[in-house]
């Protein structure tokens, strides 16, 4: 499901891949709608890059940014885990 593109290693004069998301799977693995992630995405609370097409697509730091800023209490969108 995960898209694949290759990015210059400029100091090793390599290729390094960098994984990304289209809408559909980040929301998947936020736990979100799609909607959501767009909506997020539009009020800067998740960084979207853009592709060929204009399609928004996630890299995986992006994706795990985001992950952890909602475990922060001060995060208007803070999300409270239950004690067992």
Do not use: W
Not at 31 to 52: F, I, Q, W
């Amino acid at each position: 499901m995960r898209s694949c593109i290759y990015l210059v290693d400029e100091y090793n004069s390599g290729m390094l891949a960098q994984t990304e998301y289209l809408v559909r799977e980040a929301a998947e693995l936020l736990g979100l709608s799609p909607d959501t992630v767009r909506r997020y995405s539009s009020r800067g609370l998740l960084r979207p890059s853009r592709r060929l097409g204009n399609m928004l697509v996630f890299s995986e730091q992006e994706i795990q940014r985001y992950q952890v800023s909602r475990r922060k209490p001060g995060n208007p969108h803070f999300v409270k885990r239950d004690a067992d």
